[in-house]
């Protein structure tokens, strides 16, 4: 089964920015790559998706504008940049793969083990 790793979280202050990066351990046919986030006691929270094929995005109305995820084909990978952080952002952030374009986290099948990103002046 193909592995997700994620990398790219840390410490920003408000305003920040940072960049997040989940490559797959190998090409799949997965249908839809994402990123979720979660802090301690809440569900996991849809902020982005990308579909694999042709690389249209959707993203949750606290992402629009703010991030911008990407897909490197080449690599496996995709990007999430983050910029003008608040401190709300902070949790950890967590890419998914699955076999259909969707916000609803059942529907991925493989997840990474996440990255902690913390907002905090």
């Known amino acids: 089964q193909v592995q997700l790793e994620e990398s790219g979280g840390g410490l920003v202050q408000p305003g920040g920015s940072l960049r997040l990066s989940c490559v797959a351990s190998?090409?799949?046919?997965?249908?839809?790559r994402s990123w979720f986030r979660q802090t301690p006691g809440k569900q996991r929270e849809f902020v982005a998706v990308?579909?694999?094929?042709?690389?249209?995005?959707e993203y949750s109305e606290s992402a629009k504008g703010r991030f911008s995820i990407s897909r490197d084909v080449v690599n496996n990978a995709i990007h999430l940049q983050m910029n003008n952080l608040r401190t709300e952002d902070t949790a950890v952030y967590y890419c998914?793969?699955?076999?259909?374009?969707?916000?609803?986290?059942?529907?991925?099948?493989?997840w990474g083990q996440g990255t902690q990103v913390t907002v905090s002046s």
């Open positions: 990308i579909r694999w094929s042709d690389g249209y995005t």
């Open positions: 998914g793969a699955g076999r259909k374009f969707s916000r609803l986290v059942d529907l991925y099948d493989v």
């Open positions: 190998e090409p799949t046919s997965i249908y839809a």
